[in-house]
T-cell receptor, first 118, second 112 residues
Framework: GAGVSQSPSNKVTEKGKDVELRCDPI?????LYWYRQSLGQGLEFLIY????????KSGLPSDRFSAERTGGSVSTLTIQRTQQEDSAVYLC????????????????FGPGTRLTVT | DAKTTQPPSMDCAEGRAANLPCNHS???????VYWYRQIHSQGPQYIIH???NNETNEMASLIITEDRKSSTLILPHATLRDTAVYYC?????????????FGAGTILRVKS
């Protein structure tokens, strides 16, 4: 079946501009995650959605970053007034079930969006 | 979630088994061991997970010691396409959120 898709695959923007990154999770997956990976750095968690709500936003680096999820499906990560340090690959992942049920479903990652801020 | 320790890099000859170790000495009884890998310029890929018993799927085998303080991921016949960074993650779902915390992982280089 279709995996997690992300768009655009590459985005080049000027410093100070706003950008929107989109994630289409696997159909039926209730949990959705955003991570980012800066050049030479590890994977860093940003935000977690269960359905349309975000119980864990602890990884968002500043108030310039926000995300929403609608219809329990598509999610958009928005970065306002982009800075050069925002340049990274932004990865989205989904899993069948998160929450506190003790389930242990693996996360499936998309190919990522490479963001370059000039 | 328990901390994990992995060697920074390993080499393996093509066609041979690759055995990637992971130490997780502080693991608690309800924490699972997960393995992911990231091939260059791609998103991470789930490989396998386990709780107590050894597990096998089409990609790999996971051997967990009886005391659960360490585990080994086995790629039975490594190919050049298995060259990647391999991450061992210990996770208790629902605890401290459901996010995955990635360490530095092990860079596996499969050589012909």
């Amino acid at each position: 079946g279709a995996g997690v898709s992300q768009s655009p695959s590459n985005k080049v923007t000027e410093k100070g501009k706003d950008v929107e990154l989109r994630c289409d999770p696997i159909s039926g997956h209730t949990a959705l995650y955003w991570y980012r990976q800066s050049l030479g750095q590890g994977l860093e968690f940003l935000i977690y959605f269960q359905g349309n709500s975000a119980p864990d936003k602890s990884g968002l680096p500043s108030d310039r970053f926000s995300a929403e999820r609608t219809g329990g499906s598509v999610s958009t990560l928005t970065i306002q007034r982009t800075q050069q340090e925002d340049s990274a690959v932004y990865l989205c992942a989904s899993s069948l079930e998160g929450g506190t049920s003790g389930s242990r479903y693996e996360q499936y990652f998309g190919p990522g969006t490479r963001l370059t801020v000039t | 979630d328990a901390k994990t320790t992995q060697p920074p890099s390993m080499d393996c000859a093509e066609g041979r088994a690759a055995n990637l170790p992971c130490n997780h000495s502080t693991i608690s009884g309800n924490e699972y061991v997960y393995w992911y890998r990231q091939i260059h310029s791609q998103g991470p890929q789930y490989i396998i997970h386990g709780l107590k018993n050894n597990e096998t799927n089409e990609m790999a085998s996971l051997i967990i010691t009886e005391d659960r303080k360490s585990s080994t991921l086995i790629l039975p016949h490594a190919t050049l396409r298995d060259t990647a960074v391999y991450y061992c993650i210990v996770k208790r779902w629902g605890w401290n959120g459901n996010k995955l915390v990635f360490g530095a992982g092990t860079i596996l280089r499969v050589k012909s």
